[in-house]
């Protein structure tokens, strides 16, 4: 089964600073990779995925996630934080089930909290 | 901007009584979902809806849950007898397509089990 997993329950970092939030993945094929982002008080928000392509993905917000197929791992990143950055963070794969069915399964999420 | 809304924000029950969460998907939207995240776990799929009926659904959606689209505007889930490993944060899913890895998520309900 596909699974993505996020080592860090929690990244701080100061505004200004550069922000990295850590995924790795584990699948059978290729990969589709997915970041999705939730502030307080709101649903999860799509903010970037990787099919294929391209392995430095844009989304929004100014994020940005690096795909590295020799790592596993599917990076977000941004070069200078805001203190609205400030949210959970969640990793995310597509899963192809036996019936043809897509769904995403989603690491455990990472605390982001930018300091001013 | 559109979303899909969901109440309660936060619901507490007793364990063996029956909840009801509820969801209002965006308007032009045909699929829906339900996904879970046990505190500290991963979030997960639970069911797929669409048509008025179930599409797709994972081994935990079990006889003690259902899901139904009672008046063409909310999509609710509802668990028969709640047990304490049910206690998790519950997230609604709309889409337009079939694609859910293009779904809009709602802010979720936490529901707590005691």
């Known amino acids: 089964a596909q699974s993505v997993a996020q080592p860090e329950d929690q990244v701080n970092v100061a505004e200004g600073n550069p922000l990295t939030v850590k995924c790795t993945y584990s699948v059978s094929g290729n990969p589709y990779l997915f970041w999705y982002v939730q502030y307080p008080n709101r649903g999860l928000q799509f903010l970037l995925k990787y099919i294929t392509g391209d392995n430095l993905v844009k989304g929004s917000y100014g994020f940005e996630a690096e795909f590295n197929k020799s790592q596993t791992s599917f990076h977000l990143k941004k070069p200078s934080a805001l203190v609205s950055d400030s949210a959970l963070y969640f990793c995310?794969?597509?899963?192809?089930?036996?019936?043809?069915?897509?769904?995403?399964?989603f690491g455990t999420g990472t605390r982001l909290l930018v300091s001013p | 901007e559109p979303e899909v809304t969901q109440t309660p924000s936060h619901q507490v029950t007793q364990m063996g009584q029956e909840v009801i969460l509820r969801c209002v998907p965006i308007?032009?939207?045909?699929?829906f979902y339900w996904y879970r995240q046990i505190l500290g776990q991963k979030v997960e799929f639970l069911v797929s809806?669409?048509?008025?009926?179930?599409?797709?659904k994972s081994e935990i959606f079990d006889d003690q849950f259902s899901v139904e689209r009672p008046d063409g505007s909310n999509f609710t889930l509802k668990i028969r007898s709640t047990k304490l490993e049910d206690s998790a944060m519950y997230f609604c899913?709309?889409?337009?397509?079939?694609?859910?890895?293009?779904?809009?998520f709602g802010q979720g309900t936490r529901l707590t089990v005691v």
């Open positions: 308007s032009n939207h045909l699929y």
């Open positions: 899913a709309s889409g337009e397509t079939g694609d859910n890895t293009e779904a809009f």
């Open positions: 809806f669409y048509n008025n009926e179930i599409s797709e």
């Open positions: 995310a794969v597509r899963d192809v089930m036996n019936t043809g069915f897509q769904k995403l399964v």
